[in-house]
């Protein structure tokens, strides 16, 4: 097997993905739309958007493309993976077509494939301007804090967590008056859960599934977990206080439900299904389907697994998934990301990043999130700029490697976050 590859997206998620496709014996050639100056260095990157559909099928129309990844969100959607299947239609397509990618799409929609498929998830109704006195009466029936998620993408940005009442009205009303945009025209509100989070991925032909491995990402901008959400500060996995027992109950419980529902419903999905899950005492609830691999999670996962990706992935775009073995490493993996200061509000870029052909490195890499090329070499180009991954033996030993890499690089402004893994101490 000698495959043509395209992976859509230019973040570090794709960066990690195309890196572990890179590696494999099963690839004849590798393109990244747009991928970044990262990709570059063991791919071929090609200008344009990864919204821009008619590009997209015109470059796998001229490099004979075989598989596509689809990295971000937006696209799959939008429909690109129906898009693409109806102009090329034995292209194998890893993403989920726009009736699945609705799992993420919309909150409503995801939280009714849950209570549809008895799937554990915390009680919720969804509102809208019109209805916003009910919203508020379901408020009130409700122990704080107040979950407040909005329908649509939101760059996952879309979620507010309150502890006063009056507080969660007033961030319903704006809302509803576009602070997310066409996204918050409708919101999911739900009862808190208590617990600790953990990524699970999945990924399925439909019918078969892998269970790849699990990730504990860190959302707050500030140490301790203080501060606004963000895409994602860091990331670790094996994740502690995941072990077997629980593990075999996100399985039974969850995945399980989950890929035979979107069979009952009738629902072709071929991709990756990330479930965002509370440890609650114990026992899994589903706060959140994504219909891609998370971001900064991927930057670990994929460093520890090591059997051929790309395999796996064409044989889950070709429905052959059930003749996959996943091998995965025993060392851990910490990722350590690097942001642009003032971000997730305001902040500048396009600022030299220094440190770069020195940092990666045995058991390092230094996965792009949001940089570009310029004349003064490699700059800053977003809020997320690099994700640093480290792997070895132990969680701390991994952290301390990530860490003495961050400190090798450095651009104007540069902020991380100095305790990734320091939360996950305590179950080791």
């Known amino acids: 097997m000698s495959i043509k590859v395209l992976v859509v997206g230019s973040g570090g998620r794709e960066s990690a993905i195309a890196w572990k496709i890179s590696q494999s014996d099963s690839l004849a050639a590798l393109y990244c739309l747009p991928g970044n100056p990262g990709t570059s260095t063991f791919a071929s990157n090609i200008a344009a958007g990864a919204l821009d559909f008619e590009a997209i099928a015109a470059a796998v129309e001229k490099y004979g493309i075989e598989l ?16 693409l299947k109806s102009r090329f239609p034995s292209l194998m397509v890893v993403g989920p077509g726009k009736v699945g990618a609705m799992l993420e799409g919309s909150k409503e929609f995801a939280k009714d494939f849950m209570n549809r498929h008895s799937i554990p998830t915390a009680a919720y109704r969804s509102f809208t301007k019109e209805t916003m006195a009910e919203a508020f009466a379901f408020m009130e029936t409700l122990k704080p804090p107040y979950v407040l998620k909005a329908d649509g993408l939101a760059a996952g940005k879309g979620v507010v967590i309150l502890d006063d009442i009056a507080a969660a009205r007033q961030e319903l ?70 072990d077997k027992a629980f593990m075999s109950k996100v399985e039974e419980r969850i995945i399980k439900p989950t890929i035979a529902g979107l069979q009952a419903d009738g629902i072709d999905y071929k991709g990756f299904i990330f479930i965002g899950l509370m440890n609650c005492g114990g ?23 090591d059997s051929d990706f790309l395999h796996h992935l064409a044989a889950a775009a070709s ?9 995965i490493s025993p060392q851990a993996a910490v990722t350590v990301v690097m942001v642009s200061g003032g971000y997730p509000e305001h902040y500048k870029s396009l600022y030299p990043i220094h440190g770069l052909e020195q940092a990666g490195g045995r058991n390092v890499n230094v996965f792009h999130m949001g940089t570009k090329d ?3 070499g490699v700059v800053s180009a977003g809020g997320r700029v690099l994700a640093v991954t480290a792997n070895a033996p132990d969680m701390q030993r991994a952290a301390q490697k990530a860490y003495k890499a961050v400190a090798g690089i450095d651009f104007k402004d540069c902020y991380y976050r100095g305790d990734i893994t320091k939360d996950l101490e305590k179950y080791l």
Do not use: C, H, W
């Open 374 to 376: 310029s004349s003064e």
């Open 68 to 83: 596509v990844v689809v990295g971000p969100e937006a696209p799959l959607v939008e429909g690109l993976t129906d898009f």
């Open 283 to 305: 026992d899994p609830y589903v706060i959140e389907y994504n219909v891609r691999m998370g971001d900064p999670e991927t930057e670990s996962v994929m460093t520890r697994i």
């Open 173 to 242: 009303e704006q809302m509803f008056s576009g602070k997310f945009g066409e996204a918050s025209s409708k919101v999911v509100i739900e009862q808190f859960l208590s617990g600790i989070e953990v990524s699970v991925f999945v990924l399925t032909d439909g019918r078969d599934y892998m269970v790849l491995p699990e990730a504990k990402d860190y959302k707050r901008i500030g140490e301790g977990d203080t501060g606004l959400n963000t895409g994602g500060m860091g990331a670790v996995s094996p994740v502690p206080f995941a």
């Open 319 to 327: 429905g052959t998934l059930a003749g996959e073995a996943i091998k």
